[in-house]
C-alpha cells in the first residue's frame, strides 16, 4: 500500500527555518516525481515544489524560490523541503505527493496538484511571533 507521511511541521518566527520530510513506502521511490504543496485557510492548494525521479531536476513557485530547497534521499525513501528565511504568508498546511512519471517537473513550468496521484495527510507549518 502506497503511503506518504510529511512531518516536521511546527510553530517557526518569522525568518526561522524548517525542514519538512515526506517519507514513502509501498512503492518504488525512484520511480516517482515528488511534489511539495500547501493551502492556507480559504485559499486554494499551490505548488510549492517538485523534484523529478532521479532528484536531477527541480521546480520551485516564484514566491518560495531562493528561500527553499527540496531533495531527495532515494535511498531513504524521503524527500525533503528545507525551507528559510520563513514569512507569515508561508503558514499553511503543507502536503508532499507522488506521481510515477517522469514528465511532470521541469524547471519553470506551473506546479500543478492535478499531476499528483498520490498524497499525504499534511502537517501544519505556522510562521508567527
Known amino acids: 500500500q502506497l503511503r506518504l507521511v510529511e512531518s516536521g511541521g511546527g510553530l517557526v518566527q518569522p525568518g526561522g527555518s524548517l525542514r519538512l520530510s515526506c517519507a514513502a513506502a509501498g512503492f518504488t521511490f525512484n520511480s516517482y516525481a515528488i511534489g511539495w504543496f500547501r493551502q492556507a485557510p480559504g485559499k486554494e492548494r499551490e505548488g510549492v515544489s517538485c523534484i523529478s525521479r532521479s532528484g536531477g531536476v527541480t521546480n520551485y513557485a516564484n514566491s518560495v524560490k531562493g528561500r527553499f530547497t527540496i531533495s531527495r534521499g532515494n535511498a531513504r525513501n524521503t524527500v525533503y523541503l528545507q525551507m528559510s528565511s520563513l514569512r507569515a504568508e508561508d503558514t499553511a498546511v503543507y502536503f508532499c505527493?507522488?506521481?510515477?512519471?517522469?514528465?511532470?517537473?521541469?524547471?519553470?513550468?506551473?506546479?500543478?496538484?492535478?499531476?499528483?496521484?498520490?498524497w499525504g495527510q499534511g502537517t501544519q507549518v505556522t510562521v508567527s511571533s
Open positions: 505527493a507522488a506521481v510515477p512519471s517522469g514528465d511532470v517537473c521541469y524547471q519553470g513550468d506551473h506546479i500543478s496538484s492535478r499531476n499528483y496521484d498520490y
